[in-house]
């Protein structure tokens, strides 16, 4: 993967570094049967008034149905396609079953057209293919990793991500998750072999407020430059520093911890992220 800069022609030009899709994306159109209309509710609530701020515009989209839990096992599957998904940041592959059913994935780096993938406790520890935590070697790089079996993956499926199998405790797998911290998951629970794709993707700058807007952002306006009665970090004459960081509703911005220390999987990490 790699990524275009522009000459700066124009302000918008300037700065913008925007994927490559050339030699990468292999199909302009989705595949009709994996694809449902995606409703845009621009952040109105069903009474249609205002209920998240800072949405709405943007293009619409379709829904590319990504199969999470990959529980076709033994069948081996024909990667068709390489594609573009504009609801994640991660390229996806269209797999041809050879039972005749057809299916998304996550898109892991070096996959390519052509290539057989295969799920299930046989499948061999290679890139693309997906088995529970008990028969990956340890050390291997994965990601799309369960949190519980059977539910689908949860962790680290962005572009270019990936989690660290690096050891095994009775009946869990000690994994280093993309964030730094490191937890205990249940062997029983499957991940797939590789990298995830487009890892180039944090390279990428829009250059332009425009291209904000075209993903359903709006203009996001600063604490500091409310009135009192909007935001506790607003009035004041003339420029005021705002006092402490924090939210609308009062909440510490930087240094508050919001986890519940009573929560059932904390039990289960072992290092957090932040020491």
């Known amino acids: 993967m790699a990524v275009r800069k522009f000459k700066p022609t124009t302000p918008g030009q300037r700065h913008k570094v925007i994927g490559v899709f050339k030699g990468t994306i292999t199909a302009t159109t989705p ?3 994996l694809t449902v209309g995606k ?16 949405r709405g515009g943007g293009h619409k989209r379709k829904l590319r149905l990504i199969d999470f839990k990959r529980q076709n096992d033994g069948v081996p599957a024909t990667v068709k396609t390489i594609e573009y998904d504009p609801n994640r940041s991660a390229r996806i592959a269209l ?22 993938v295969i799920s299930g406790e ?35 499926r962005s572009a270019g991500t990936f989690a660290q199998l690096s050891a095994r405790e009775g009946n869990y797998a000690i994994i280093k998750l993309p964030s ?35 993903l359903g952002r709006r203009p996001h306006n600063r604490g500091v430059v409310m009135n009192p009665v909007d935001h506790p970090m607003g009035g004041g004459e ?23 220390p009573k929560k059932h999987s904390s039990k289960y990490i072992i290092e957090r992220r932040k020491k």
């Open 31 to 33: 595949e009709k049967t």
């Open 95 to 116: 797999l041809y079953y050879q039972d005749g059913s057809k299916a998304y994935m996550i898109a892991p780096n070096g996959l390519q057209v052509g290539q057989t």
């Open 122 to 156: 046989d499948a061999a520890p290679e890139v693309g293919n997906c088995l529970p935590l008990a028969k990956i070697p340890v050390g291997t790089l994965i990601h799309c990793i369960e949190l519980r079996p059977g539910q689908g993956a949860e962790m680290a």
């Open 39 to 54: 409703r845009s509710t621009g952040g109105r609530n069903s009474s249609g008034h205002l209920s998240t701020r800072y």
């Open 180 to 214: 730094g911290e490191t937890r205990r998951i249940l062997l029983a629970c499957r991940a797939t072999v590789g990298v995830v794709g487009n890892s180039d993707h944090n390279l990428e700058k829009s250059g332009k407020a425009g291209r904000s807007r075209w």
């Open 238 to 260: 003339g420029r005021q520093s705002g006092g402490h960081p924090r939210s609308r509703t009062g909440l510490y911005a930087k240094g508050l911890k919001t986890r519940s």
